[in-house]
Protein backbone atom coordinates (compact mmCIF):
# COMPACT_ATOMS: atom_id res chain seq x y z
CA UNK A 1 0.00 0.00 0.00
CA UNK A 2 1.57 3.31 -0.85
CA UNK A 3 2.24 6.11 1.78
CA UNK A 4 -0.51 8.03 0.38
CA UNK A 5 -2.92 5.32 0.60
CA UNK A 6 -1.74 5.04 4.23
CA UNK A 7 -2.43 8.63 4.49
CA UNK A 8 -5.98 8.31 2.90
CA UNK A 9 -6.79 5.74 5.62
CA UNK A 10 -5.25 7.21 8.61
CA UNK A 11 -7.88 10.27 7.35
CA UNK A 12 -11.16 8.32 6.93
CA UNK A 13 -10.70 6.95 10.64
CA UNK A 14 -10.30 10.00 11.89
CA UNK A 15 -13.02 11.19 10.31
CA UNK A 16 -14.83 7.93 11.21
CA UNK A 17 -13.71 9.51 14.99
CA UNK A 18 -15.14 13.01 14.47
CA UNK A 19 -18.54 11.13 12.99
CA UNK A 20 -19.47 8.74 16.09
CA UNK A 21 -18.66 12.32 18.28
CA UNK A 22 -21.07 13.81 16.35
CA UNK A 23 -23.56 10.76 16.57
CA UNK A 24 -23.12 10.88 20.56
CA UNK A 25 -23.52 14.43 20.84
CA UNK A 26 -26.83 14.25 19.05
CA UNK A 27 -28.21 11.05 20.94
CA UNK A 28 -28.24 9.01 17.65
CA UNK A 29 -28.18 5.74 20.21
CA UNK A 30 -31.58 7.08 20.85
CA UNK A 31 -32.93 7.91 17.55
CA UNK A 32 -32.01 5.52 14.73
CA UNK A 33 -33.04 1.58 15.65
CA UNK A 34 -29.91 -0.08 14.67
CA UNK A 35 -27.99 2.18 16.41
CA UNK A 36 -30.65 1.11 19.27
CA UNK A 37 -30.04 -2.14 18.84
CA UNK A 38 -25.99 -2.07 18.57
CA UNK A 39 -25.76 0.24 21.67
CA UNK A 40 -27.90 -1.84 23.94
CA UNK A 41 -26.27 -5.18 22.91
CA UNK A 42 -23.60 -3.70 25.85
CA UNK A 43 -25.41 -3.42 28.41
CA UNK A 44 -28.76 -1.50 29.71
CA UNK A 45 -27.28 2.17 28.90
CA UNK A 46 -27.50 2.77 25.49
CA UNK A 47 -25.15 5.72 25.77
CA UNK A 48 -22.28 3.92 27.85
CA UNK A 49 -22.91 0.75 25.09
CA UNK A 50 -22.76 3.32 21.87
CA UNK A 51 -19.31 4.42 23.30
CA UNK A 52 -17.64 0.55 24.00
CA UNK A 53 -18.67 -0.03 20.16
CA UNK A 54 -17.42 3.20 18.65
CA UNK A 55 -14.58 2.99 20.65
CA UNK A 56 -13.75 -0.37 19.89
CA UNK A 57 -14.84 0.93 16.11
CA UNK A 58 -11.97 2.82 15.99
CA UNK A 59 -9.61 1.39 17.29
CA UNK A 60 -9.80 -1.95 15.11
CA UNK A 61 -9.62 0.96 12.50
CA UNK A 62 -6.51 2.41 14.20
CA UNK A 63 -5.62 -1.19 14.41
CA UNK A 64 -5.68 -1.73 10.32
CA UNK A 65 -3.84 1.73 9.90
CA UNK A 66 -1.24 0.93 12.05
CA UNK A 67 -0.73 -2.69 11.66
CA UNK A 68 -1.24 -4.90 8.28
CA UNK A 69 -1.50 -1.38 6.06
CA UNK A 70 1.45 0.28 7.22
CA UNK A 71 3.58 -3.36 7.27
CA UNK A 72 2.69 -3.18 3.92
CA UNK A 73 0.42 -6.50 3.98
CA UNK A 74 -2.21 -8.16 1.38
CA UNK A 75 -4.74 -8.07 4.14
CA UNK A 76 -4.35 -4.96 4.67
CA UNK A 77 -5.52 -3.63 1.28
CA UNK A 78 -8.29 -5.54 1.50
CA UNK A 79 -9.08 -3.74 5.00
CA UNK A 80 -8.81 -0.62 3.53
CA UNK A 81 -10.67 -2.09 0.64
CA UNK A 82 -13.40 -2.88 3.84
CA UNK A 83 -13.09 0.58 5.51
CA UNK A 84 -14.08 2.05 2.06
CA UNK A 85 -17.39 -0.42 1.81
CA UNK A 86 -18.06 0.71 5.24
CA UNK A 87 -17.74 4.04 5.13
CA UNK A 88 -19.59 4.61 2.20
CA UNK A 89 -22.57 2.65 3.28
CA UNK A 90 -22.26 4.35 6.75
CA UNK A 91 -22.00 7.70 4.90
CA UNK A 92 -24.80 7.22 1.96
CA UNK A 93 -27.32 5.68 5.17
CA UNK A 94 -27.14 8.67 7.10
CA UNK A 95 -27.64 10.98 3.92
CA UNK A 96 -30.53 9.02 2.93
CA UNK A 97 -32.28 9.23 6.45
CA UNK A 98 -31.89 13.33 6.99
CA UNK A 99 -33.14 13.51 2.70
CA UNK A 100 -36.44 11.15 3.60
CA UNK A 101 -37.06 13.36 6.63
CA UNK A 102 -36.14 16.37 5.14
CA UNK A 103 -34.25 17.21 7.93
CA UNK A 104 -31.27 17.22 10.30
CA UNK A 105 -30.74 13.76 12.00
CA UNK A 106 -27.76 12.77 13.91
CA UNK A 107 -24.58 12.20 11.53
CA UNK A 108 -25.24 14.20 8.97
CA UNK A 109 -22.94 16.44 9.05
CA UNK A 110 -20.42 14.56 9.45
CA UNK A 111 -21.74 12.03 6.64
CA UNK A 112 -20.44 13.54 3.90
CA UNK A 113 -16.98 13.89 5.21
CA UNK A 114 -17.38 9.70 5.21
CA UNK A 115 -17.85 9.45 2.06
CA UNK A 116 -15.50 11.56 0.48
CA UNK A 117 -12.81 10.41 2.63
CA UNK A 118 -13.44 6.74 1.56
CA UNK A 119 -13.94 7.95 -2.12
CA UNK A 120 -10.40 9.51 -1.75
CA UNK A 121 -9.09 6.19 -0.61
CA UNK A 122 -10.41 3.75 -2.66
CA UNK A 123 -9.07 6.18 -5.73
CA UNK A 124 -6.13 5.92 -3.84
CA UNK A 125 -5.63 2.19 -3.77
CA UNK A 126 -7.11 1.73 -6.73
CA UNK A 127 -3.94 4.03 -8.27
CA UNK A 128 -1.44 2.36 -6.19
CA UNK A 129 0.87 0.12 -8.79
CA UNK A 130 0.63 -3.88 -7.37
CA UNK A 131 4.36 -3.74 -6.37
CA UNK A 132 3.77 -0.92 -3.87
CA UNK A 133 1.26 -3.60 -2.44
CA UNK A 134 4.00 -6.25 -1.81
CA UNK A 135 5.32 -6.64 1.54
CA UNK A 136 8.63 -4.37 2.60
CA UNK A 137 11.99 -6.07 3.54
Not at 28 to 33: G, K, P, S, T
Amino acid sequence: MSQRSRAAFFALILVQAAHSVEEYSTQLYDRFAPARFVSGLFGFDRRIGFVIFNVALVAFGLWCCFGPARRGATSGTALAWFWVVLEVLNGTIHIAWAASAAAYRPGLATAPLLVIAATILAWSLHRTPAAADAPQA
